[in-house]
């Protein structure tokens, strides 16, 4: 499976490495331009996506046909959003929905 990273600022970042998911998600401590600019994304090829912001996690899936919003985690430790990123990358969805997601409404 195809897993590409979105940065702060929209652009696409095909290297899905340990070190380059942490610097991205370590990018969003910075507060400068964080309200136009304050989330960093995971994203496959069949829609998934783990939106990263400061406070919290969304997961959805943003494909037009199978639109699905999971849910979302708040206060979530840099070590559990690597490992949330990781799951993604790997394709690992039946464990990812495991985590615990909040609906909204």
Same mark, same amino acid.
Not at 17 to 21: I, L, N
Not at 23 to 26: E, I
Not at 42 to 47: H, I, L, N, Q, S
């Given at each position: 499976?195809?897993?590409?990273?979105?940065d702060?600022w &929209?652009?696409d /970042? @095909? #290297?899905t490495?340990?070190?380059? /998911?942490a610097?991205?998600?370590?990018s969003?401590?910075d507060d400068?331009?964080?309200d136009?600019? &304050? *989330?960093?994304s /995971?994203?496959?090829? #069949? +829609?998934w996506n783990l939106? %990263?912001y400061? @406070?919290?996690?969304? %997961?959805?899936?943003?494909?037009r046909?199978t639109q699905e919003?999971? +849910?979302t985690? *708040? #206060? /979530?430790?840099? @070590?559990?959003?690597?490992?949330?990123?990781?799951?993604?990358i @790997? +394709?690992?969805l #039946?464990?990812l929905?495991?985590?615990g997601?909040? *609906?909204? &409404?």
């Open positions: 499976m195809t897993a590409w990273l979105t702060r &929209g652009a /970042v @095909d #290297d490495d340990p070190a380059t /998911v610097r991205l998600l370590d969003l401590v400068a331009d964080a136009e600019h &304050g *989330s960093v /995971v994203a496959d090829e #069949d +829609g939106e %990263f400061r @406070d919290h996690v969304l %997961f959805e899936n943003v494909e046909e919003r999971v +849910g985690l *708040s #206060d /979530v430790s840099r @070590d559990d959003r690597l490992r949330l990123a990781r799951l993604l @790997d +394709g690992d #039946d464990t929905r495991e985590q997601w909040q *609906s909204e &409404g």
